[in-house]
């Protein structure tokens, strides 16, 4: 059991040794949310000072660790030689072209070690699915209306399933790719299960008008 | 399951049945804790019982908090004649006779009713008999729900258990609290952990936040334990390495609360000095509402809501948990 003062740059970040540097990355963006001044999770545990020295020592790890001469010169020093070399960067680097989260975003927490049984895997998806998934990877309604300039409304409608709410089946379909891709799904594995949901509510609504109702 | 005849005589808080320890006989104990009230230690106690006796485990629930009982209400009984507090105040040693069916199979609850308010609490010893009784119950699971605060009874039920649950919500009083809960646990652990008096005493002294060593954190106090004596240092680093409680994150919103459970896990670690496992977390969901007011599990009234998915994902990691092999319990939150 070490203190602050006592860690390591990898202790300090809590990674692996071995760490690649998305993971670094990954972990980073976490803990300088975790430390950040109005962050929830160190409210009546640490103070301001505290909370300046672990930040501090989150961005020397940082500096340190994501530069690769840096980090193999930092890893000599403590006695440590990485068993394989890195993976090339371009084969993990986010796409800022598009904006879009790559399939899996090595950025986001870690949800994928946190749950192993996700229900991402087959079958078909709904609204509750979608934001089941949305959540887990970390991207909030704004960020994907942000990214895809679909209005929040419309995409928390698609979650919800109001249907009737929804504009034409078209746009819909456009949008729900769209939401898909957004938070790292496959739109030929969403959009058809989900499509086909709409499909149902919309025909029960035509059926219903045509019949006249009460 | 594999059903192994345990040993039973190391349930007290200071024993080796503690926080994040396997399980030391037939049933296994898990505590809902966190010191706040109001953030859904009930609703997760039974609706977690509700889905591991769905998947085919057999599972008593217990209410403990004598003062607050309302388990059996979650899980849709009346107010029963018999409770927990029968054994307490030692009108019945027999806690097969206070279990009382429910509307689930494989799911029995012993309600918290009828208490003596005067002196609701069990003495130390007779709460490390219910313990021993409860592990010796013919089920899979026993299930604790806690009362809030951090009095030593409610601490003792969570030390004794082999998963203490910390149920936490994305809000500034529910992190205060649960802190202030799992700092009381950790101290009380580490003194009935320690031999030497000196140490005690100065566990005691470390305890008030004003202390006069400066001591501020569990990992100050360990350096001066380690510089009054070495091999109570060791003792303390070692019951440091067992205390493991488990975060859950009720009520969460955005996928930004999500994210407060692996913080509450780092700060654990860097204040602390202790491993905390991330469980899972429950969305704020109006089908929960709906069920609590309906005095059904929302698992079972309300089975394909998003807060019945992710209470069914917590019964089943804490199943792997018990199956697996202790090294692999994991939140997450060790990389």
């Given at each position: 059991?070490r203190s602050?003062?006592?860690?390591?740059?990898?202790?300090?970040?809590?990674?692996s040794?071995?760490?690649?540097?998305?993971?670094i990355?990954?972990?980073?963006?976490?803990?300088?949310?975790?430390?950040a001044?109005?962050?929830?999770?160190?409210?009546?545990?640490?103070?301001?000072?505290?909370?300046?020295?672990?930040?501090?020592r989150i961005?020397?790890?940082?500096?340190?660790?994501s530069?690769?001469?840096?980090?193999?010169?930092?890893d000599?020093?403590?006695?440590?030689?990485?068993?394989?070399?890195?993976?090339?960067?371009?084969?993990?680097?986010?796409?800022?072209?598009?904006?879009?989260?790559?399939?899996?975003d090595?950025?986001?927490?870690?949800?994928?070690d946190?749950?192993?049984?996700?229900d991402?895997?087959?079958?078909?998806?709904?609204?509750?699915?979608?934001?089941r998934?949305?959540?887990?990877?970390?991207?909030?309604?704004?960020?994907?209306?942000?990214?895809?300039k679909v209005?929040?409304?419309?995409?928390?409608?698609?979650?919800?399933?109001?249907?009737?709410?929804?504009?034409?089946?078209?746009?819909?379909?456009g949008?729900?790719?769209?939401?898909?891709?957004?938070?790292?799904?496959?739109?030929?594995?969403?959009?058809?299960?989900?499509m086909?949901?709409?499909?149902?509510?919309?025909?029960?609504k035509?059926?219903?008008?045509?019949?006249?109702?009460? | 399951?594999v059903?192994?005849?345990?040993?039973?005589?190391?349930?007290?808080?200071?024993g080796?049945?503690?926080?994040g320890?396997?399980?030391?006989?037939?049933a296994?104990?898990?505590s809902f804790?966190?010191g706040?009230?109001?953030?859904?230690?009930?609703?997760?106690?039974?609706?977690?019982?509700?889905?591991?006796?769905?998947?085919g485990?057999?599972?008593?629930?217990?209410?403990?908090?004598?003062?607050?009982?309302?388990?059996?209400?979650?899980?849709?009984?009346?107010?029963p004649?018999?409770?927990?507090?029968d054994?307490?105040?030692?009108?019945?040693?027999?806690?097969?006779?206070?279990?009382?069916?429910?509307?689930?199979?494989?799911?029995?609850?012993i309600?918290?009713?009828?208490a003596?308010?005067?002196?609701?609490?069990?003495?130390?010893?007779?709460?490390?008999?219910?313990?021993?009784?409860?592990?010796?119950?013919?089920?899979?699971?026993?299930?604790?729900d806690?009362?809030?605060?951090?009095?030593?009874?409610?601490l003792?039920?969570?030390?004794?258990?082999?998963?203490?649950?910390?149920?936490?919500q994305?809000?500034?009083?529910?992190?205060?609290?649960?802190?202030?809960?799992?700092?009381?646990?950790?101290?009380?652990?580490?003194?009935?952990?320690?031999?030497?008096?000196?140490?005690?005493?100065?566990?005691?002294?470390?305890m008030?936040?004003?202390?006069?060593?400066?001591?501020?954190?569990?990992?100050d106090?360990l350096?001066?334990?380690?510089?009054?004596d070495?091999?109570?240092?060791?003792?303390?680093v070692?019951?440091?390495?067992?205390?493991?409680?488990?975060?859950?994150?009720?009520?969460?919103?955005?996928?930004?609360?999500?994210?407060l459970?692996?913080?509450?896990?780092?700060?654990?670690r860097?204040?602390?000095?202790?491993?905390?496992?991330?469980?899972?977390?429950?969305?704020?969901?109006?089908a929960?509402?709906?069920?609590?007011?309906?005095?059904?599990?929302?698992?079972?009234?309300?089975?394909?809501?998003?807060?019945?998915?992710?209470?069914?994902?917590?019964?089943?990691?804490?199943?792997?948990?018990?199956?697996?092999?202790?090294?692999?319990?994991?939140?997450g939150?060790?990389?």
């Open positions: 059991v602050l003062d006592e860690q390591d740059h990898y202790e300090v970040l809590e990674v040794r071995n760490a690649r540097s998305v993971e990355e990954r972990a980073y963006q976490g803990m300088r949310s975790a430390y001044e109005d962050s929830l999770a160190i409210y009546s545990v640490f103070d301001g000072s505290d909370t300046s020295a672990i930040s501090e961005e020397l790890a940082h500096r340190v660790l530069d690769a001469e840096t980090r193999a010169s930092y000599r020093s403590l006695g440590h030689y990485p068993e394989e070399a890195e993976p090339t960067v371009a084969a993990t680097a986010v796409n800022h072209s598009t904006r879009e989260l790559p399939e899996r090595p950025a986001s927490p870690p949800f994928d946190f749950e192993q049984n996700s991402e895997e087959s079958g078909e998806f709904d609204g509750k699915r979608l934001r998934v949305r959540m887990r990877r970390g991207v909030e309604i704004d960020d994907i209306a942000e990214i895809t209005s929040a409304t419309y995409l928390r409608y698609i979650e919800e399933e109001s249907f009737k709410d929804l504009p034409a089946e078209v746009y819909v379909r949008f729900v790719t769209a939401y898909a891709r957004t938070v790292g799904l496959d739109p030929e594995r969403v959009v058809p299960t989900y086909g949901r709409f499909r149902v509510a919309q025909g029960a035509r059926k219903g008008f045509l019949l006249g109702g009460p | 399951m059903k192994v005849d345990r040993a039973t005589q190391n349930d007290t808080a200071g080796s049945n503690k926080v320890a396997q399980a030391d006989a037939n296994r104990i898990i804790g966190g706040k009230g109001g953030v859904g230690k009930t609703f997760l106690a039974a609706n977690v019982a509700v889905a591991l006796a769905q998947l485990h057999r599972v008593l629930a217990a209410d403990t908090d004598l003062e607050g009982a309302n388990l059996h209400t979650c899980l849709g009984l009346p107010s004649p018999v409770s927990l507090a054994f307490v105040a030692q009108r019945q040693e027999d806690l097969g006779k206070l279990a009382l069916d429910t509307p689930v199979e494989n799911l029995r609850v309600a918290g009713t009828h003596n308010l005067g002196s609701p609490q069990p003495s130390h010893s007779r709460q490390v008999r219910l313990m021993r009784t409860l592990r010796r119950q013919p089920v899979d699971f026993v299930l604790l806690l009362g809030a605060g951090s009095h030593t009874s409610v003792d039920y969570f030390l004794m258990a082999d998963d203490a649950l910390v149920v936490v994305p809000e500034p009083t529910s992190v205060e609290n649960a802190y202030t809960f799992l700092r009381a646990a950790f101290y009380r652990r580490m003194r009935l952990a320690m031999l030497g008096h000196g140490v005690r005493k100065l566990i005691t002294e470390a008030d936040h004003r202390n006069e060593r400066g001591i501020r954190t569990p990992i106090l350096r001066e334990v380690e510089a009054l070495p091999a109570e240092g060791a003792r303390f070692a019951t440091m390495r067992d205390f493991r409680p488990r975060i859950v994150v009720n009520g969460v919103r955005t996928a930004e609360d999500i994210k459970g692996f913080a509450i896990c780092s700060v654990c860097k204040y602390f000095g202790i491993e905390a496992d991330y469980l899972g977390y429950v969305n704020h969901d109006e929960a509402r709906r069920s609590v007011a309906a005095r059904k599990p929302v698992v079972d009234f309300r089975a394909n809501s998003d807060a019945a998915v992710y209470l069914q994902r917590i019964a089943h990691k804490l199943v792997q948990s018990t199956t697996a092999d202790g090294s692999t319990r994991t939140g939150v060790r990389r």
